[in-house]
C-alpha cells in the first residue's frame, strides 16, 4: 500500500463500466452539496496503489450525456482525496488519420454543449479559473510514455470537440466541425474538464476513437458500431490503467493545476464570508477564506 488516502481516480466512459483486478473493493455512496453521483465510487488497490472508478453513465449507462451530474461527479471525488484524474472517452474521428480503436491524447477541447451547469462558482461567489490549456500536461506525458511502452496506437495532441447530444451529428454538423480543423468529437468532456480545473485537480483525457462519426461515406456512426469497437478498446484500456496508476502514484507534481483558484476570485471575501453559498463550495476555497 501506497498510504491510505485515495488520491487517483479514473472516470470511465462508454462501455467502461468497472476496473478488472481492482482489489480491497469499497462501494461509496457519496453526497454533495449539489446531488449525487452518477454512480457509487468504487475505491480499492491496483498495483498497490490506492484509487478510485467512477462510471460516468452510472452502471448499465443509464444516464444520456446531458442528464450526468458533473458537479456532483466532480465534487464526490474530491471529497474522497482525489489529487488526479484520468479521465476515458468515446469518440469520433474527424481526421482520416485518427482511425477507429485509435488511443487520442487531446491538448484541447472547444465546447459546444448548451443545458449544463459549468460551474461550481455561482450565487454571489464568482471566480474565474484560466483554461487556456484545459489538461494536465504532466498527466499527459505519462500517458504517452505509457502507451507507447505498450504499443498502443495513439495520437499526441488533438482538438476534442464537445457537443451537446444526445444525437449523433448532423452531416453538415459533422462537415463544420472538420473545416474548423477539430480532432475528434464527443459529448462528455466538457464541463467535467472545467469542473476538475476549479476544484484544483489535475485532469488529462484518454479519447478512444470508436468511429469517423458522419462524415465518411459509408461508415457513418451506428451503436452497434460503436459498441463493437468499444468492446475491442476496453482490453487495452485496462492495461494503460494498470501501468498508469503506479506511475501517477509515483509522479513529482510540478504542474499549477492544485492552485488554478489561487487568483481566480472576483468577489472580496468579505461578501464570501456572509454568502450562504458558501457552505456549498467549502471543500474547494477552505485553504484561501478559512472562515
Not at 172 to 196: C, D, H, W, Y
Amino acid at each position: 500500500m501506497r498510504g491510505n488516502l485515495v488520491k487517483i481516480a479514473f472516470i470511465g466512459g462508454s462501455g467502461l463500466y468497472e476496473i478488472a483486478g481492482i482489489k480491497n473493493i469499497i462501494e461509496r455512496n457519496v453526497d454533495t452539496p449539489f446531488g449525487r453521483p452518477s454512480d457509487k465510487i468504487t475505491t480499492g488497490e491496483i498495483n498497490g496503489v490506492n484509487c478510485a472508478f467512477l462510471p460516468r453513465h452510472g452502471r448499465g449507462h443509464t444516464l444520456n450525456p446531458s442528464e450526468i451530474n458533473q458537479r456532483a461527479n466532480i465534487y464526490a471525488l474530491k471529497s474522497l482525496g482525489v489529487g488526479q484524474i484520468v479521465s476515458f472517452t468515446a469518440c469520433g474521428s474527424l481526421k482520416k488519420e485518427m482511425k477507429p480503436r485509435d488511443f487520442v491524447i487531446p491538448d484541447q477541447v472547444f465546447d459546444k454543449t448548451k443545458n449544463r451547469p459549468s460551474t461550481f462558482f455561482e450565487k454571489g461567489i464568482v471566480a474565474h479559473v484560466s483554461m487556456a490549456y484545459p489538461f494536465c500536461n504532466g498527466i499527459r506525458d505519462l500517458i504517452r510514455q505509457i502507451v507507447d511502452e505498450l504499443g498502443i496506437k495513439h495520437h499526441f495532441g488533438g482538438t476534442y470537440v464537445c457537443i451537446e447530444g444526445p444525437q449523433f451529428s448532423t452531416k453538415a454538423e459533422s462537415e463544420a466541425n472538420r473545416q474548423a480543423g477539430f480532432s475528434i468529437v464527443g459529448m462528455t468532456l466538457f464541463p467535467e474538464a472545467k469542473l476538475a480545473r476549479e476544484a484544483e485537480m489535475c485532469y488529462a483525457n484518454i479519447s478512444l476513437v470508436t468511429d469517423f462519426d458522419v462524415w465518411k461515406e459509408g461508415e457513418e456512426v451506428t451503436n452497434d458500431a460503436v459498441a463493437s469497437v468499444v468492446a475491442a478498446n476496453l482490453a487495452s484500456s485496462k492495461r494503460v490503467i494498470e501501468s498508469l496508476v503506479v506511475k501517477l502514484s509515483e509522479r513529482e507534481i510540478k504542474c499549477s493545476c492544485g492552485s488554478s483558484l489561487k487568483t481566480s476570485f472576483m468577489t472580496p471575501s468579505d461578501k464570501i464570508a456572509q454568502n450562504p453559498y458558501y457552505k456549498n463550495v467549502s471543500l474547494l476555497i477552505d485553504k484561501y477564506f478559512k472562515l
